[in-house]
C-alpha cells in the first residue's frame, strides 16, 4: 500500500451544470495538501477560490471553498483597509511612545528586570529562559524595537498609562474594520461552495 501520493475526486461546480477537482496530496499521516481547480466556464466567473484557516488533527490547516466573487473582493478590500488602519495606528504609537517604551524597558540593572518589566513580571511571553536565549547587550534595542507591534500595542499602551486621542481614533478605525472582516469571513463561509456532494471519481 502506498503510503503518500494523491488522489483526484470530482465534485459538482455551484451551478450544477459541470465540475470542480480536487487533488488531495497525503503522505502516511493523512492528507496534508490540497488544489482545487474549477472546470466549469460560467462557475469559474462567478466563483473565486478562497481559503480560511481550520484546526484539523494535523494542527492548523488551509481549508477552500468557492467563494462567491462580489464577497471575495469585499473581503480583499476589508483586509486592505484593516491592514492600513493597523499599520497607521503603529506608526503613530511608535512615534509617540516607543522611546517611552525602550526607557520603560530598561529599568533596572540585569536582562532579567528588563525581561521582567517587558513581560509583566512574567505574565505574558516570552518566558525568561526563551528571552535569555534570544536577546543579548548587542540586539536588546531591536528586540524592544520589534516587540513594539501591534499584536503587543494593546497591553504596551496600558503598561506605560498613556492615551492619545488620535491614537484612539485609529485604532477604534481598526477595531471596527477586524469585526468588519470577521463578519464578511462568516458571510464567505455560509456562501461559500465547498462541494460535499459527489460527482464520481
Ligand atoms: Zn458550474
Same mark, same amino acid.
Given at each position: 500500500m502506498a503510503s503518500s501520493g494523491n488522489q483526484m475526486q470530482k465534485y459538482k461546480c455551484p451551478c450544477g451544470k459541470s465540475y470542480f477537482t480536487v487533488n488531495r496530496y497525503h503522505d502516511d499521516m493523512g492528507p496534508f495538501d490540497e488544489h482545487w481547480e474549477m472546470n466549469c466556464n460560467h462557475c469559474k466567473q462567478r466563483y473565486q477560490l478562497s481559503s480560511f484557516l481550520k484546526e484539523t488533527d494535523r494542527g492548523i490547516n488551509e481549508a477552500y471553498l468557492w467563494a462567491p466573487i462580489n464577497i471575495f473582493s469585499e473581503l480583499a478590500i476589508v483586509e486592505g483597509q484593516l491592514h492600513k488602519a493597523q499599520n497607521d495606528a503603529l506608526a503613530l504609537a511608535r512615534e509617540l511612545y516607543l522611546e517611552h517604551w525602550i526607557l520603560h524597558c530598561c529599568r533596572g540593572q540585569t536582562k532579567r528586570d528588563i525581561w521582567r518589566n517587558l513581560s509583566d513580571d512574567g505574565r505574558r511571553e516570552p518566558g525568561f529562559a526563551l528571552f535569555d536565549s534570544l536577546v543579548n547587550d548587542l540586539n536588546m534595542g531591536d528586540y524592544l524595537k520589534d516587540y513594539f507591534n501591534y499584536l503587543n500595542l494593546d497591553y504596551i499602551l496600558k503598561k506605560l498609562r498613556v492615551r492619545d486621542l488620535r491614537l484612539d481614533g485609529l485604532r477604534g478605525q481598526a477595531a471596527d474594520l477586524q469585526s468588519r472582516l470577521e463578519k464578511v469571513q462568516g458571510l464567505m463561509r455560509m456562501? /461559500?461552495?465547498? /462541494?460535499?456532494s459527489e460527482y464520481g471519481i
Open positions: 456562501e /461559500g461552495f465547498a /462541494g460535499q
